[in-house]
């Protein structure tokens, strides 16, 4: 029997709804919910509630450990899943990455004492701490270095002071972990890491489209804002060369003779300077508002 045949929406389960895997605990949680709920779905209250259903925007969202979402994505348990990029590659599930979400980014890096090690062939022979086995092996085996890989679960920093390991691979936000621990990184950057939307890949779950067109237009609202102007007619062309918007501006006739007004979207960044270039050429009631949701 094929899943499809068991009704549903085709992952198996015969339920309808669009089954949502969302980060329970760390860095990726808070934020996710975040997005979900400006997406217009419910988001669970207590961090204790392991799953909700939100049967009015048929979706179903699960609590998991962010480590192992792709995986039940990647076997078709879950249709849709937000991890990092870093997760997902680490896992080596068949689970592709739809969208970034922006947030949650990071870099993973090598790091040692600092001044110890300077170069990637400095590695060879060394013994290697890291939470990401796979993303680790990988990188070395495509680069030819010969190096012993543990796996620890977290505060992979001290296990150089225990003398468990020589170096470590580890995310890095901010830096402040490392320095604490007298450490600093060495080499390229391996990853460059953010949150990702992932499917399994293949055909798209019912109710998929929908869903990543929300989230888009949470996306699109928080990089853009939506900018007003009044400008003399004969000045149109200058401003729109300043804001010409995603798709042109929208332009309307005003009360006041040989004057338009002008409704663009605009970048969020920058937009500051763009209300100055527009006064220099003659805009007036320049006025900037958010934009809480759009479809494009
Ligand atoms: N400062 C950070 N520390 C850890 N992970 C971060 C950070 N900033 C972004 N991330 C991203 O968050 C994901 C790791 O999330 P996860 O919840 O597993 O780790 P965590 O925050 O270390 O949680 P915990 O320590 O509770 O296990 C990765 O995709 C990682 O790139
Ligand atoms: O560059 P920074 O801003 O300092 O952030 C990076 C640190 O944060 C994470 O650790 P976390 O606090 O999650 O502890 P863990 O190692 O036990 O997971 C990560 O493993 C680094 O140690
Ligand atoms: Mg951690």
């Known amino acids: 029997m094929t899943s499809a045949s068991l ?121 290697i701490a890291t939470s990401y086995v796979g993303v680790v092996q990988s990188f070395l085996q495509d680069r030819g270095i010969d190096a012993t890989v543990t796996r620890l679960d977290g505060a992979v920093e001290t296990s150089i002071q225990l003398g468990v390991a020589d170096v470590i691979a580890d995310v890095v936000e901010t830096g402040s972990t490392l320095k604490a621990a007298g450490l600093a990184t060495f080499g390229e950057v391996i990853l460059e890491s953010e949150a990702v939307l992932i499917t399994r890949g293949g055909d798209v779950p019912p109710g998929f489209e929908v869903f990543k067109r929300r989230v888009d237009g949470v996306l699109v609202a928080r990089s853009y804002v939506m900018m007003d102007y009044d400008i003399p007619r004969d000045r149109v062309e200058a401003a729109v060369a300043v804001t010409p918007g995603l798709e042109g501006p929208t332009i309307s006739p005003l009360g006041r003779e040989g004057w338009v007004a002008v409704r663009v979207m605009v970048p969020r960044a920058g937009a500051q300077r763009l209300m100055d270039e527009l006064y220099d050429v003659g805009a007036r009631a320049i006025l900037l508002t958010d934009i809480h949701a759009c479809r494009l």
Do not use: C, W
């Open 7 to 127: 009704g549903g929406n085709g992952n198996g389960n015969g339920s309808d709804l669009l089954r949502i895997a969302v980060p329970n605990k760390g860095a990726l949680s808070q934020a996710a919910s975040d997005i979900l709920r400006e997406s217009g779905y419910r988001q669970r209250h207590d961090s204790k509630e392991l799953a909700l259903i939100d049967a009015d925007n048929g979706v179903e969202f699960f609590y998991l450990r962010p480590r192992d979402i792709a995986l039940y994505v990647g076997e078709g348990t879950l249709d849709v899943g937000i991890t990092g990029r870093d997760l997902l590659l680490d896992s080596g599930a068949k689970a592709e990455e739809v969208m970034s979400l922006g947030f949650g980014r990071s870099r993973f890096h090598f790091a040692g004492p600092a001044g110890r090690y300077t170069r990637l062939e400095d590695l060879n022979g060394l013994r």
